[in-house]
T-cell receptor, first 115, second 116 residues
């Protein structure tokens, strides 16, 4: 089992809504990541968790709030988003923090549209 | 400042021939390099990686070459198949201080089309 599962696959929300994206992996990986990808652009790192602790926040606006309740689960809580936040949100995991021999494995993402 | 560059936005190759995708980087701290393939409506799929202590890594039809002095890596696909048609991203990570940061820097991607 080498899967990273993300739900929902699609999400449409208004600017005043609160919603959450969910990511799950059962590979025993201890590092998990959130990325944002706009059309025809590479993924951009948002957050890194290592052993359920936030280790990197790439200056992401506070309307995005990550949470790692346990080693298998990663959430991204959304509140008061802007239309420019519409994008594909990707979750990834790796056995340990990425370095030699530690590739990141990605889920299929959540396509988020802000009305 | 783009630290990882894929200068060819697209590449078209005939089925059965070799596909060569190129990637350049500027940060000499990078010590681990990866290639990902991405189909539309799917997340990136890890293909192959190479550590900076090696100059070549091979996995089936995929071979990655690393030239540290030129800060250049390439992905060779032999033979190319129509199912290889996708966007290919190279990515790099660095160790800072005593450990890994987990941060991957991606190139802009190259769209490969393999024609039957």
């Amino acid at each position: 089992d080498t899967e990273v599962t993300q739900t929902p696959k699609h999400l449409v929300m208004g600017m005043t809504n609160k919603k959450s994206l969910k990511c799950e992996q059962h590979m025993g990986h201890r590092a998990m990541y959130w990325y944002k990808q706009k059309a025809k652009k590479p993924p951009e790192l948002m957050f890194v968790y290592s052993y359920e602790k936030l280790s990197i926040n790439e200056s992401v606006p506070s309307r995005f709030s990550p949470e790692c309740p346990n080693s298998s689960l990663l959430n991204l809580h959304l509140h008061a988003l802007q239309p420019e936040d519409s994008a594909l949100y990707l979750c990834a995991s790796s056995q340990l923090l990425t370095g030699a021999g530690q590739p990141q494995h990605f889920g299929d993402g959540t396509r988020l549209s802000i009305l | 400042d783009q630290q990882v560059k894929q200068n060819s936005p697209s590449l078209s190759v005939q089925e059965g021939r070799i596909s060569i995708l190129n990637c350049d980087y500027t940060n000499s701290m990078f010590d681990y390099f990866l290639w990902y393939k991405k189909y539309p409506a799917e997340g990136p799929t890890f293909l192959i990686s190479i550590s900076s202590i090696k100059d070549k890594n091979e996995d089936g039809r995929f071979t990655v070459f690393l030239n540290k002095s030129a800060k250049h890596l390439s992905l060779h696909i032999v033979p190319s198949q129509p199912g290889d048609s996708a966007v290919y991203f190279c990515a790099a990570s660095a160790r800072y201080g005593s450990g890994n940061t987990g941060k991957l820097i991606f190139g802009q991607g190259t769209t490969l089309q393999v024609k039957p």
